[in-house]
């Protein structure tokens, strides 16, 4: 089984809880949310405030990426304002166990995240202390870019790594999904797939979430 979790950096703001019942209508149980502190990546979106006004709306999972620099200042705050699941990268943290711990204790699901171009070695010692692994198919900072072909290699690897090593981790991706690859992606192994542009672009999220529901499910 997969999940769907539409990233709302794609989403009409000015509508944002409609555009989160509408996801909702449509299948997702899970809800993508994008923080940026104009300094991991470049780009600055949102923080803590949204993300409790987000928990008062739904009862959807929250899941929250963040980009940014020393996320281990920040990460635990993520899970008292609401949010059931976060994720920081590896290339960000110096102290990702004791960030990850940090998660937990707070009450939700810790997660790592890693770059297109870092290699999954970097996961190694990370993986017994994980509840997720957050892989990016695309370059972190910006919605609406290309699906990086070399993350389908990528991704069969890391669920080889998860498998063979007996983990519990899950495995998340996010950039440049849509229904044209979602089912090599489901097939790959991965669990939950993050869309943007592929669910809020065309303003039909809860008909784009169907569809990426039905086509991701060809090969399961």
Same mark, same amino acid.
């Given at each position: 089984?997969?999940?769907?979790?539409?990233?709302?950096?794609?989403?009409?703001?000015?509508?944002?809880?409609?555009?989160?019942?509408?996801?909702?209508?449509?299948?997702?149980?899970?809800?993508?949310?994008?923080?940026?502190?104009?300094?991991?990546?470049?780009?600055?979106?949102?923080?803590?405030?949204?993300?409790?006004?987000?928990?008062?709306?739904?009862?959807?999972?929250?899941?929250?990426?963040?980009?940014?620099?020393?996320?281990?200042?920040?990460?635990?705050?993520?899970?008292?304002?609401?949010?059931?699941?976060?994720?920081?990268?590896?290339?960000?943290?110096?102290?990702?166990?004791?960030?990850?711990?940090? /998660?937990? +204790?707070? *009450? &939700?699901?810790?997660? #790592? !995240?890693?770059?297109?171009?870092?290699?999954?070695?970097?996961? %190694?010692?990370?993986?017994?202390?994980?509840?997720?692994?957050?892989?990016?198919?695309?370059?972190?900072?910006?919605?609406?870019?290309?699906?990086?072909?070399?993350?389908?290699?990528?991704?069969?690897?890391?669920?080889?790594?998860?498998?063979?090593?007996?983990?519990?981790?899950?495995?998340?991706?996010?950039?440049?999904?849509?229904?044209?690859?979602?089912?090599? /992606?489901? +097939?790959? *192994? &991965?669990?939950?797939? #993050? !869309?943007?542009?592929?669910?809020?672009?065309?303003?039909?999220? %809860?008909?784009?979430?169907?569809?990426?529901?039905?086509?991701?499910?060809?090969?399961?």
């Amino acid at each position: 089984m997969f999940e769907i979790a539409p990233s709302i950096l794609s989403a009409d703001f000015t509508r944002l809880g409609d555009e989160i019942e509408a996801v909702r209508a449509g299948g997702a149980t899970v809800l993508h949310v994008d923080v940026m502190d104009g300094q991991f990546v470049p780009n600055i979106t949102i923080g803590l405030p949204v993300v409790r006004s987000i928990r008062k709306v739904t009862d959807m999972t929250i899941d929250t990426h963040l980009m940014i620099e020393n996320p281990g200042q920040y990460a635990a705050k993520f899970a008292e304002a609401g949010a059931n699941m976060v994720s920081v990268h590896v290339e960000a943290d110096r102290h990702l166990n004791r960030t990850l711990a940090s /998660i937990r +204790e707070a *009450g &939700a699901k810790a997660g #790592v !995240a890693i770059n297109p171009a870092t290699p999954l070695v970097a996961l %190694e010692e990370s993986l017994p202390f994980a509840d997720f692994i957050l892989l990016m198919s695309v370059n972190p900072g910006f919605g609406g870019q290309k699906f990086i072909s070399t993350s389908v290699s990528k991704l069969r690897r890391l669920r080889r790594m998860i498998d063979d090593g007996g983990f519990a981790a899950r495995i998340e991706i996010d950039g440049g999904i849509d229904d044209n690859n979602i089912n090599t /992606i489901v +097939e790959s *192994g &991965a669990e939950i797939i #993050v !869309a943007g542009s592929a669910v809020f672009g065309d303003g039909e999220p %809860e008909a784009a979430v169907r569809n990426l529901l039905a086509k991701g499910s060809v090969f399961v």
